[in-house]
């Protein structure tokens, strides 16, 4: 099995179910209060569970006719044909002729898969045990620095998918890491970054993991060795190793492990192959978290809740294989955003999480989604015919509700938005003493939290009327400021807690909307062919950065002048 079934994508702006949609919206008049008036009934009806999640798409601007088009629209582009594919190995990333196995990084190990002669689950379970082999050593400190000190700071060098996952899921996850051990993120290759999260470390209790597949990524192998610079010099100034070759080199050997595939520049960075964990090309970056990409976050919560996020990310893979599209979630919600992007004119997309644990989570979804899904060319290289990709953001409730949410109730621009909760907090406090007012003492702190998760949506959807406003009391001349026109689509996520199992659930979600966007649109979504050019040019460009006269004289003139003004201002 080596490639996809030769056909090129559907064009599914000539489907007729595009057709449909395209004059439902045409003659579309939201108008979420006469429809739930209508149908007491709606928000059961478009109420799903998947897995743990229960999601609510009651509030989205769709009728029934919009629902059977969308569904339509995936049969017509042959969605599940695609979605099986996948989930078999077929080299649905066509442009680089790769299988797109994520969901095999979760897959049990009683489930056998075998891909182009090659055993996936087996080699899969075979380096997740020598992650967590390696995750055990350290949480017990058994794994010791130069000096015999256990591991107290693991730093995670890399970039992209190999930073922002882990640092996402570590600052979900933060409750289930283990006492003593804390996990900090250097990423950008500007030198503060590495700076400031090395300043007040101990170097003989801390491990730096370096996260890069090719173990040639500028950014990560430049950040690597400006910390392993540090590691010596810091561990010379300490007494803990001699000024030597072998004590530079044992340091390494001590305090440096790798998640990569070149074990030879591995080795050459002074650091033992034995101690490098491995993934696959079928795994991009940005789907990478539940791989050894994951290893920091393996040791600080634990194999057993490492695994529990697994079984998170599979229980969602079944439901998106298994269940009938009319119930299942990230298809119904990837079809909504196809909704909003190609026939309500959305160019943005919030999640909105009423959970502080879940702050990076938006940072998340931007690479997931956008890198995905920001292309111009289909996957058999011609045009698309239709807009793709959504620009996502967000920010945790309430800091949210204080900044930008002004813009989504009362802007001009649909800005179709997810929010999502747990029911049960982390850290469960109560407000003893109360304001005297509207908060009472002893009240908890968390569902006062959760009524403005819950306001927030109703209010976007319902808004306020002119003469609910004057009924207020407000003066006229302010009543049409105060007036909220509702209709403003969300889609409400809530969970038990945020469990490892729950959050792979939120990732797996997310990445299978993405999906769904995707084979709409005809594109390959495991590519990021659109993040080289930068990169090569900055290759090209940085002799002249350092004073190379001829490098500078090949540059276009903006760019030139722009290298010759750094230069005189860092003088």
Excluded: C
């Excluded at 072998?246 to 960075?269: C, I, M, N, P, Y």
């Excluded at 490098?551 to 003088?571: C, N």
């Amino acid at each position: 099995m080596t490639s996809v079934p030769a056909r090129l994508p559907v064009d599914a702006t000539t489907t007729n179910a595009w057709g449909s949609l395209t004059e439902l919206s045409k003659n579309l008049r939201p108008d979420l209060r006469g429809w739930f008036a209508a149908d007491p009934a709606r928000a059961e009806r478009l109420s799903h569970q998947a897995a743990d999640l229960h999601v609510d798409l009651s509030k989205n601007l769709v009728t029934d006719d919009v629902l059977a088009a969308l569904l339509a629209l995936a049969d017509e582009v042959k969605l599940t044909e695609r979605r099986d594919a996948m989930f078999a190995g077929e080299h649905i990333n066509v442009t680089e002729d790769r299988a797109v196995l994520h969901t095999a990084l979760r897959r049990p190990a009683e489930e056998p898969l075998t891909v182009d002669g090659q055993d996936i689950t087996a080699d899969v379970q075979d380096e997740l045990a020598k992650v967590y082999a390696f995750a055990e050593k350290v949480r017990s400190g058994e794994w010791t620095g130069v000096t015999g000190e256990p591991v107290r700071t693991i730093v995670n060098i890399g970039i992209g998918g190999s930073d922002l996952g882990p640092v996402m899921a570590y600052e979900a996850l933060e409750p289930y890491v283990q006492d003593g051990l804390e996990v900090r993120f250097v990423s950008n290759i500007d030198p503060t970054d590495v700076a400031q999260k090395t300043a007040d470390l101990d170097p003989t209790t801390t491990l730096f993991i370096v996260a890069s597949k090719t173990f040639g990524t500028l950014e990560t192998l430049t950040n690597a060795r400006l910390a392993r610079d540090w590691l010596w010099r810091s561990l010379v100034a300490a007494g803990a190793v001699e000024d030597s070759e072998e004590g530079r080199a044992d340091a390494v050997a001590k305090h440096f492990v790798a998640v990569s595939t070149a074990l030879d520049k591995v080795e050459a960075f002074g650091i033992d192959p034995e101690n490098a964990f491995g993934f696959w090309d079928w795994v991009g970056g940005r789907y990478s978290v539940d791989s050894a990409i994951g290893t920091s976050l393996a040791v600080a919560i634990g194999p057993d809740a490492f695994a529990e996020f697994l079984g998170g990310f599979h229980a969602m893979d079944e439901h998106f294989r298994t269940e009938p599209l009319e119930r299942n979630v990230p298809v119904l919600m990837g079809l909504l955003n196809v909704w909003y992007v190609n026939f309500r004119d959305a160019h943005t997309h919030a999640v909105l999480p009423y959970a502080q644990q879940l702050h990076r989570f938006p940072a998340y979804l931007q690479q997931l989604t956008m890198e995905s899904n920001g292309k111009s060319v289909r996957w058999d290289g011609t045009p698309v015919t239709s807009d793709t990709g959504e620009v996502f953001w967000g920010e945790p409730g309430t800091n949210g509700q204080h900044a930008f949410y002004q813009l989504i109730h009362q802007g001009t621009r649909t800005i179709p938005a997810d929010f999502i909760a747990v029911a049960n907090p982390a850290y469960p406090l109560t407000d003893a003493v109360g304001d005297g007012g509207a908060v009472e003492a002893g009240a908890d702190v968390h569902g006062l939290f959760l009524a403005n998760f819950f306001a927030q949506t109703k209010a976007l959807a319902f808004g306020k009327t002119a003469d609910e406003v004057r009924a207020e009391g407000v003066a006229e001349d302010l009543v049409s400021a105060k007036v909220f026109s509702g209709n403003r689509p969300t889609t409400s996520i809530l969970a038990p807690a945020l469990t490892p199992s729950v959050l792979g659930q939120l990732v797996a979600l997310y990445e299978h909307i993405t999906f769904v966007q995707g084979v709409v649109w005809g594109i390959d979504s495991f590519d990021q062919w659109g993040v080289e050019l930068g990169k090569k040019l900055a290759l090209e460009i940085a002799p002249a950065v350092a004073g190379d006269e001829a490098a500078l004289a090949a540059q276009d003139p903006s760019t030139a002048a722009l290298i010759a003004k750094y230069r005189e201002l860092r003088a």
